[in-house]
């Protein structure tokens, strides 16, 4: 297990942000604080990060693209892996990375994480919460079913 830095606040989680996007070759500055995602997201992440990423959500990249980035899969294959994304793009991706992770310390299972993510909830409205994954309101809405399930509250 390893400690991540939350708002101030130390955590255990399985997979930590930086894992989730890539490791610490890939993302090299350190992350302290919300003010580094800040600087991370304005300077870009790397494809390399968004497709470590994809790997660990159990979609497609093709799905991954087309229904969260709202752009053509063509367009990202097109990338190179040390190729910055935009900062609004790299801003979404990094959103979702700490979604995953909230969910990586709540189910501690990569294979049960996957499963939670691409099922419907009916706390979603009967939507699977990676569909919802495109919008800042929809990732505060899987955030909080997850917050939910870990203080162990029906969900």
Do not use: C, Q
Request: neutral net charge; hydrophobic residues 40%; aromatic residues 6%.
């Amino acid at each position: 297990m390893m400690k991540v830095a939350e708002k101030g606040i130390e955590k255990k989680t399985g997979l930590n942000f930086i894992n989730l996007l890539g490791g610490k070759n890939i993302v090299t500055k350190p992350i302290n604080s919300e003010f580094d995602i800040i600087a991370l997201s304005s300077e870009g992440i790397t494809k390399a990060s968004l497709d470590a990423l994809i790997g660990h959500l159990g979609i497609s990249k093709k799905a991954f693209s087309e229904n969260i980035l709202d752009s053509s899969v063509k367009t990202i294959e097109r990338k190179k892996s040390t190729d910055k994304l935009d900062k609004h793009t790299s801003s979404l991706v990094i959103e979702i990375a700490k979604v995953v992770e909230h969910a990586f310390a709540v189910f501690e299972n990569e294979e049960k994480v996957k499963h939670w993510f691409n099922t419907a909830n009916r706390a979603l409205n009967n939507t699977k919460p990676v569909d919802l994954f495109y919008i800042p309101t929809g990732l505060n809405m899987v955030n909080d079913v997850l917050g939910r399930i870990e203080e162990g509250v029906y969900s």
